[in-house]
């Protein structure tokens, strides 16, 4: 509240400010904050307050952004619907017997509801992309060395990145020009220079190729979600893009590929969590049990699968049978990306193959789990930007869209978004608890509530009739 006052007496006061001045952001609790512990969503890091703030966190308040929270999460960001958080599972602002998605459940819930206007999320396999898409906001994974990671907590280091989750892509735009940059405490930080990403906005989608692999419209796709993605494919098309078909034959193998080398990273990162450094110390008699103990008593079920999948994966006699093996096909997969780029400025495919699942309906079943991010996590291993956008709803539960884009192409991917959110508007809908839309603003019918701000009050019948049955009471929980 302090900073938010200071920035008010600024802005009073007239002149310049920089970009992001008093604007409160959510940040996922796997980012170092120094003024707020970093959890993990686990009990072993329980106590910790990082002694730096992360870069992405150092970026935003030197751009007048004020940190209001940090957000839940699945434990070390493994899992795909924050129900793997040891403080319980976050739900979702459509449906609060669903999930929000994860691992970023927390943050892309907060700016559902409009608990804040824009987040910080990670994404390794899909966290940013898929929350987003179940929550019906964007989120934007930039390629892989855009952001630095300095002061991420590593789940898979040769995969994770930040990204922002917002309402729109505009301010997926603003946000990423703040994280953007080259960082010298983190190696992998690409030495490129920064584009700017608001003023590619506007460029339309006239003349864009955009790629259309049928492998990422196979079997195990919800014919709602397959009905949406498409119908946004022939809007983009109806504004100018040309739809081409490409393949991608490698795909169907990124999901047991990222499943081991994300926890063969996993299980080496993890290593530092004995009790001694950070957080939890289990009370013991000798220095070999007082690590077993603490790392028993403070990983969860998922966090340990993994840790012991990525060991099994990375020791002697299986190395070269999985782990090296999975190094292999992840080449194939980004060759298969970067040829299919030779013929397409952008792919477009669904975020994730179904709309939110319920709370309880996954747990028990790790592979099926794992099968919601099968369409993010290729992106990943090939290390390329990626945007889940929102793109129509199925029982009044949310739909997203993914676009990918060449290594460092933000700017044609926001574009492509930024023109789609123009065309449909599925993005100014908001959930019955958005607190931003409580009655009776939502029934003067004139309210711009949830929309973003100086956008005209534009709105299509359908999406009118829409917004009238949603001002309608509604029990809230
Ligand atoms: N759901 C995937 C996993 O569990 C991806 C997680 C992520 O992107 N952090 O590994």
Redesign the pocket.
């Known amino acids: 509240m302090q900073t938010a006052r200071a920035w008010d007496t600024r802005y009073a006061r007239g002149g310049n400010l920089p970009p992001l001045a008093g604007l409160p952001v959510a940040v996922k609790d796997v980012i170092c904050t120094t003024d707020f512990p970093t959890t993990c969503g686990s009990r072993i890091l329980d106590g910790w307050v990082p002694p730096y703030d992360a870069y992405v966190v150092t970026r935003l308040r030197e751009a007048g952004a004020v940190i209001i929270g940090k957000t839940n999460m699945?434990e070390f960001?493994?899992?795909?619907s924050t129900e793997n958080s040891a403080f319980g599972p976050t739900r979702n602002p459509w449906d609060v017997s669903r999930v929000p998605g994860?691992?970023s459940g927390g943050s892309a819930a907060a700016v559902a509801a409009s608990l804040a206007p824009v987040a910080l999320g990670?994404?390794?396999?899909?966290?940013i992309r898929q929350p987003a898409g179940f929550c019906g906001i964007v989120g934007l994974k930039p390629t892989y060395g855009r952001v630095s990671r300095y002061g991420l907590v590593a789940?898979a280091s040769s995969l994770d990145q930040i990204g922002p989750m917002t309402k729109t892509a505009g301010d997926a735009a603003l946000l990423l020009q703040v994280l953007a940059g080259r960082d010298v405490r983190d190696s992998t930080s690409a030495d490129l220079p920064v584009p700017l990403y608001k003023e590619a906005l506007n460029g339309g989608v006239r003349k864009l190729r955009i790629g259309i692999a049928a492998e990422a419209f196979g079997e195990g796709l919800q014919a709602d979600v397959r009905h949406a993605v498409s119908t946004a494919s022939r809007v983009l098309e109806k504004q100018g893009a040309e739809l081409v078909d490409v393949s991608l034959p490698t795909i169907s193998y990124a999901l047991p590929t990222y499943y081991l080398i994300?926890t063969s990273e996993a299980s080496t990162n993890l290593a530092r969590y004995d009790g001694v450094r950070y957080g939890l110390r289990a009370a013991s008699t000798d220095l070999y049990s007082m690590y077993t103990k603490t790392r028993r008593e403070g990983f969860g079920p998922e966090v340990k699968r993994r840790i012991m999948l990525g060991t099994y994966a990375l020791s002697a006699g299986y190395y070269e049978g999985f782990f090296l093996k999975a190094q292999r096909a992840r080449t194939l997969v980004r060759r298969d990306f970067l040829h299919a780029f030779e013929r397409v400025d952008l792919i477009l495919m669904p975020t994730s193959p179904t709309v939110p699942f319920r709370l309880g309906e996954k747990v028990e079943d790790p592979l099926q789990m794992?099968l919601?991010?099968v369409y993010t996590i290729p992106v990943n291993l090939a290390g390329l930007p990626g945007i889940s956008i929102p793109c129509g709803f199925a029982d009044g539960l949310p739909i997203g869209l993914q676009l990918i884009g060449r290594p460092f192409d933000e700017p044609t991917v926001l574009r492509a978004a930024h023109a789609y959110e123009q065309a449909t508007q599925w993005h100014v809908r908001r959930p019955p608890l958005d607190g931003a839309t409580k009655p009776p603003a939502t029934r003067s019918g004139t309210s711009s509530a949830g929309k973003p701000p100086g956008k005209p009050a534009r709105r299509s019948a359908k999406q009118s009739r829409a917004k009238r049955s949603r001002a309608k009471p509604r029990r809230r929980s």
């Open positions: 699945d960001a493994m899992g795909s994860g691992s990670t994404d390794t396999g899909g966290s789940f994300a794992y919601a991010d």
